[in-house]
């Protein structure tokens, strides 16, 4: 089985920075995309960044362009969202997501973490 274990959330107060880290474990050949996502209470989920899997394309939301920084190890099979000059704004549950190849010859699979709750107070 493949699992996906976020960690890093917490309380902080505005403008202050958190570090999020998810890590795949189980059955993995190999991981393409990877990214992280997060859901306001009422809203829908949103895409907050994604990494490929070289680490050599970065996408962002409009919303956190410039202050958080995605990136990945993929000798530990890591990706991480670095958080910084946070906003009441940003409070949500985070999600990771990765593409991942079980084996040789699967198909690739998408897999989410049970997410990390990140509050920032104003």
């Known amino acids: 089985q493949v699992q996906l274990v976020e960690s890093g959330g917490g309380l902080v107060q505005a403008g202050g920075s958190l570090r999020l880290s998810c890590a795949a474990s189980?059955?993995?050949?190999?991981?393409?995309?990877m990214g992280w996502y997060r859901q306001a209470p009422g809203k829908q989920r949103e895409l907050v960044a994604t990494?490929?899997?070289?680490?050599?394309?970065?996408n962002y939301a409009d919303s956190v362009k410039g202050r958080f920084t995605i990136s990945r190890d993929n000798a530990k099979n890591t990706v991480f969202l670095q958080m910084n000059s946070l906003k009441p704004e940003d409070t949500a549950v985070y999600y990771c997501?990765?593409?991942?190849?079980?084996?040789?010859?699967?198909?690739?699979?998408?897999?989410w973490g049970q997410g990390t709750q990140v509050t920032v107070s104003s």
């Open positions: 997501r990765a593409d991942i190849r079980k084996y040789r010859f699967s198909m690739v699979e998408e897999y």
């Open positions: 189980g059955s993995i050949f190999s991981i393409s995309g």
């Open positions: 990494i490929t899997s070289g680490g050599g394309s970065t």
